[in-house]
């Protein structure tokens, strides 16, 4: 089979009017901007990129070099590309306007430069996740409240994890696909067309040293996974945990499973751990686009209204089957409670 490039392939996504040229270029740009942050994630140590940043994000978290780094590396090349009218990301408070020497576009896009960067000085996959909005007709200078606007109105999605391989996976709303690094020609060649997750899965990932914080029904649901064959379930399930969202993701997005990051009494008054905006929102529409489903433990994800650029919210995804048990053990312990 001849190799589709991502150029050529999204040639093909114009030709059936999934998207416009706009959005394609869009996506040209931002893919361009990762293939940089593979290049400088892959020199570790001898490019002096490791270790902390020495300052604080927005979140209050302490940035690692790269995280700095890579979200330069989006700015930089999204300021002068041309398709955007503003840009947001992890990394700032505000939402980044285009500045007046650049031409603006159409598009709004939400970023995580470099998920998982506490991952980053032990060597462990990360990745940079995106979304594209948008912009609301007659906006030439967006605010936060453009950039507000439910999973359900992204016209695109995508993440790339740099790992042993350098991966793009990618939705437009017809389908999942993903595409790998090729280093020595420099492009990402097509993958796989169309990924479908598992129904059914035997494998979980959740942070169990959270496990005393949990709400009940998540308790019961992972005592439940845990009892294995013996248990209510009557199989076995296994558990990973890579601490890096993307990882986790591309797991399941390869061979099926569940990820949990959900509500617990630590992180409930910040709403959970997890931003709506730049990790769940892109990461639903992905999950979804390959059959597999999204929830909050108990709402869609996609369908919630957002109230804020980086509102954190819990999340649970991936095969369908087991998302649905642990959204609907949530959701009759609250009338239940009610
Ligand atoms: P960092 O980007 O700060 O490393 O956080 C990674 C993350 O947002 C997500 O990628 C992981 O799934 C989750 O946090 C890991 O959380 P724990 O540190 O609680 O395991």
């Avoid at 996959?125 to 909005?133: A, E, H, K, W």
């Avoid at 996976?169 to 492009?187: A, I, K, P, Y």
């Avoid at 390869?254 to 959970?272: H, M, N, S």
């Amino acid at each position: 089979m001849k190799p589709v490039s991502l150029i050529q392939f999204l040639i093909e996504e114009r030709r059936a009017g999934h998207i416009n040229a706009e959005l394609s270029l869009l996506i040209e740009v931002v893919t361009r901007a990762c293939k940089r942050i593979a290049v400088a994630t892959s020199k570790g140590a001898l490019g002096g990129v490791l270790g902390n940043a020495g300052s604080d994000n927005v979140q209050g978290e302490a940035q690692k070099k790269l995280d700095v780094i890579s979200n330069e590396i989006l700015l930089e090349a999204n300021a002068w590309g041309g398709h955007l009218a503003a840009c947001a990301s992890e990394e700032m408070e505000d939402p980044q306007p285009i500045p007046d020497m650049y031409p603006k576009g159409n598009h709004l896009l939400l970023f995580d430069p470099l998920d998982g960067s506490s991952n980053i000085d032990v060597n462990i996959s990360v990745g940079t996740i995106f979304s594209v909005l948008r912009c609301p007709e007659d906006v030439t200078e967006p605010k936060v409240e453009d950039f507000l606007q439910p999973g359900t109105q992204q016209l695109a999605a995508g993440y790339v994890v740099y790992g042993p391989a350098t991966l793009l996976v990618l939705t437009f709303g017809h389908g999942t696909h993903e595409f790998t690094l090729d280093r020595e020609v420099g492009s990402f060649i097509l993958s796989r067309r169309d990924i479908r997750i598992p129904e059914q899965t035997a494998e979980f990932a959740i942070n169990m040293s959270n496990q005393r914080h949990w709400e009940a029904p998540m308790q019961r649901y992972v005592g439940e996974l845990l009892a294995g064959k013996e248990g209510p379930r009557g199989k076995d399930f296994n558990m990973r945990w890579v601490a890096s969202m993307v990882a986790d993701v591309h797991r399941i997005i390869t061979r099926g499973g569940v990820f949990f990051y959900p509500l617990d009494a630590k992180i409930k008054a910040k709403g959970g751990k997890l931003r709506l905006m730049y990790e769940a929102n892109p990461m639903a529409f992905i999950v979804e686009q390959a059959g597999g489903a999204a929830t909050t433990g108990r709402e869609r994800i996609m369908d919630l209204q957002p109230t804020g650029l980086h509102q954190r919210v819990p999340v649970f995804l991936g095969s369908k089957g087991e998302v649905e048990v642990a959204t609907r053990y949530h959701r009759e312990a609250d009338v239940a409670f009610a």
